[in-house]
């Protein structure tokens, strides 16, 4: 395994900023302090983590309506993104994108997306200019097993394939298309076996083991860069809560969510493998959590007391604000 | 001054952007192989081969593409064969190339071109010959822009392109072999200027794409009634000069809104909106829309003649303002 303990550990402390900020967005919600949809990314957090952890800062990322983790993961500040959450001026958005739409382009993270499959083809666009411009420059574009029965899934990949573009088609396959059972929806069991038809390797990884998903999403983001092309992964995965916040969830029997919660946990797997491998002791387990909490209790004060935003932002980036031509 | 086709016009602009900033590229169905259905793009590939996709038949994976390369620092020129086929595409166009700056809080810039062969031209039905500029009009962070002549054709084109945010290019098919004067050079005209025409005292026609020519032609006409008709080129519909054509109609007291596309909830109903809004008082007669009838376009010739407003619907029109 090529995994160092140092790596190893942030992308713990990763994953457990993911799951924290979630909660407390969860619990902020029910206070009233954070308000609109709600799409919880807890349960698929090695998913995030495995794939962004292999990228450079300047590398591309493109997320879905669930991108809390894909952010964090990408290097995001939780505060701003709180922020956000809150519907603050100081959000990554100005307050003007919430979560659904949560975007941080300091990180080349090019942004969440509200429409299911509408940030596959932009993905291929965004390789398309690192290619363009000769940079080694990677795209990553996470999206849900729903998205893979979008025409845009089909004319995103099929251009990427086309040009060989350095990009890497990341669909978490959390079993649900909002309500539905994918199964009941959809023909072919895996989405990676969908690569076939556009003659790129696909690979189908357990999206709960954060080593596979690191190693699978490594050697794919490898290949890119060297100019190898697109590949397609399917992380099969879970998400612990329902499709947003409110979701009575009675498409899911009771006992599923309670065995992926209780057996099936990316973190609590990933804590034993630590453990195991010797790469954390208790005391660094503890202080890695306690500085988790720190951080989520510290974006909650920020968000609670920044301003909101000002009446007269309603009309500014509309458009650029200067429109005269060089 | 030399004269070029409207085609020949938009490829100069094309060929001249594209030398001046590398970030430019061409993408779109049969750019490259048939120079595009109307040749704006014909020897493109010749000059810059890197910088042109020729893609499979797939209109939201151009336009996501298209998107995606904006906001990562390129200045994509897509081209989509005929406007109808946009209808494929509105998603990234709507969803994602119009909103992505608001929904950013500004960090986004989406600095791409949709040329959009629009109109009837050869008769091709009712789904190959749309205009449905007020769609785009509709939809904050769009711009959406109508030359008229190859001259404004060339200095439009330039200014879409340098433009940081998306821009609806409408090229009437019919007018693309008329041939006009452009100026040698750098040729540059902002967005969202309209432009007077033709001076006059009595009424304003203000035109939209094609109608502009035959606006003039009936102003020529109604000087044999005694009408000295002033015409303004709407050329930006978004931004819309509003300063440039209030002016005009609280001047003259009369106003004609003329577009080729159906006048229902079209281009020309929002400008009249405007106007009535804004020159109300300064009026001497109702706000006219000259257009299309509510209508598919149909295919026969016989019908064709019955859906696209002629000059004798202009001269019309402005007789009925002036009673």
Known sequence: MSLSSELCKTMYRDMWRIRLFEEEANRQTSLGSVVGALHMYCGEEAVAVGVCSNLRDDDYVLGTHRSHGHCLAKGAESHRMMAELFGKATGTCAGKGGSMHIADFSLNMLGANGIVGAGIAPATGAALASKLRGTDQVSVCFFGDGAAARGTFHEGIGLGALWKLPVVYVCENNQYQQWVPRMNVAVLDSVADMAGSYAIPGVSVDGQNLVEVYEVAGEAVERARKGGGPTLIEARTYRFYGHSLGDEEQYRPAAEVEEWRTNRDPITTFQSTMMEQGWLTEEEDTQIQNEVKDEITEAVRFAEESPFPTPDSVTTDVLAPVQEVA | ?323
Request: proline residues 6%; hydrophobic residues 40%.
């Open chain 2, 1 to 323: 001054m030399r004269t070029l086709t409207f085609s020949e016009a938009l490829r100069e602009a094309l060929h001249e952007e594209m030398e001046r900033d590398e970030t430019i590229f061409v993408i779109g169905e049969d750019v490259i192989t048939h120079g595009g259905p109307y040749k704006v793009t014909e020897g493109i590939a010749e000059r810059f081969p890197d910088r042109i996709f020729e893609t499979p038949i797939a209109e939201a994976g151009i336009m996501g593409v298209g998107v995606g390369a904006a906001m990562a620092g390129m200045n994509p020129v897509v081209e989509i064969m005929y406007m109808d086929f946009v209808t494929c595409a509105m998603d990234e166009v709507v969803n994602q190339a119009a909103k992505m700056r608001y929904m950013t809080g500004g960090q986004a810039s989406v600095p791409m071109v949709i040329r959009l062969p629009c109109g009837v031209g050869r008769l091709l039905a009712a789904q190959h010959s749309q205009i449905m500029e007020s769609w785009f009009m509709h939809v904050p962070g769009l711009q959406v822009v109508v030359p008229s002549t190859p001259g404004d054709a060339k200095g439009l084109l330039k200014s879409a392109i340098r433009s940081p945010d998306p821009v609806l290019f409408f090229e009437y098919k019919r007018i693309y072999t008329s041939r006009g004067q452009v100026p040698d050079g750098e040729h540059i005209i902002p967005l969202g200027q309209a432009k007077i025409c033709r001076d006059g005292e009595d009424a304003t026609v203000v035109a939209i794409g094609p109608m502009v020519q035959k606006s003039l032609e009936a102003a020529v006409l109604l000087e044999d009634d005694g009408y000295d008709v002033e015409v303004v080129d709407a050329r930006s519909l978004s931004p819309l000069d509003s300063e440039t054509i209030c002016e005009s109609v609280s001047r003259t007291g009369h106003a004609v809104v003329c577009g080729e596309d159906s006048s229902f909830a079209g281009a020309a109903s929002e400008i009249a909106a405007m106007i009535g809004e804004n020159c109300f008082r300064d009026l001497n007669g109702p706000v006219v829309r000259v257009g299309s009838p509510h209508v598919p376009m149909p295919f026969s010739s016989e019908l064709v003649k019955h859906v696209v407003p002629e000059v004798a619907n202009i001269t019309e029109a402005v007789s009925r303002v002036m009673m």
